[in-house]
């Protein structure tokens, strides 16, 4: 077989380029950070989706809600005798949405009247 000339090299087929933030998504039913192995959402997920919820807030809140009933039937089931505080799993999954905003507690939506 020919060998190819000094100044040539190999032709390599061009490796795919992985969005960073595409690494970054829930490894189950684990729950942990495929990029990180941080619980997820990790802090860069958590930055990803409020950047893709800037405008939808609302939506963002109904997502982790989904997220956080499929994290809970997941983790129970590996762990059913001593599964996560629940309280642990929404402050993980929903807690973090809320930040400095109108209202006693933060977030979006005034406190009681």
Known sequence: MPRPARN???AHPPTP???PEAAHTALRPLW????CAAP???AFARLTL???YAH???GLHVYLCAVLHEATADLYRLHPHDGPDPRSLFD???GWVRGPGPGP???DHPGPA
């Open 50 to 52: 409020r950047q893709e």
């Open 17 to 19: 380029q992985r969005r």
């Open 8 to 10: 040539q090299r190999a």
């Open 92 to 94: 993980r999954f929903l």
């Open 32 to 35: 942990l950070c495929r990029a």
């Open 40 to 42: 997820w959402p990790c």
């Open 105 to 107: 507690g933060g977030g």
């Open 56 to 58: 939808d807030k609302i």
